[in-house]
Nanobody
Framework: VQLQASGGGLVQAGGSLRLSCAAS????????RNWYRRAPGSQRELVAS???????NYADSVKGRFTISRDIAKNTVNLQMNSLRPEDTAVYYC??????????WGQGTQVTVSS
């Protein structure tokens, strides 16, 4: 499985960005598609998840501002980020977790929010 993330960049506080993660390869038995982030000096944080049945979950810090969605036909997961804050600045990683707990990771995309 290969994951290709895109859509990061520099935005002012209050702005929006949309991240995408395209999966290719043997993408069977997917349990969840996730977005994580790691800010400088911080641990990796789970930002948003969408599981096989479509249920979504968000970190408290992004609830009401971020929306995770998927296009099953295109094997793509998106993260729409609105009302961005400087504290959202981080490298964002997409993740695919297969049944059995096997994880695949994208290369990371930088999101920088200026105040």
């Amino acid at each position: 499985v290969q994951l290709q993330a895109s859509g990061g960049g520099l935005v002012q506080a209050g702005g929006s960005l949309r991240l995408s993660c395209a999966a290719s390869g043997s993408t069977f038995g997917i349990w969840a598609r996730n977005w994580y982030r790691r800010a400088p000096g911080s641990q990796r944080e789970l930002v948003a998840s969408i599981v096989a049945n479509g249920y979504t979950n968000y970190a408290d810090s992004v609830k009401g501002r971020f929306t995770i969605s998927r296009d099953i036909a295109k094997n793509t997961v998106n993260l729409q980020m609105n009302s961005l804050r400087p504290e959202d600045t981080a490298v964002y990683y997409c993740n695919l977790r297969q049944n059995g707990g096997i994880d695949y990771w994208g290369q990371g995309t930088q999101v920088t929010v200026s105040s």
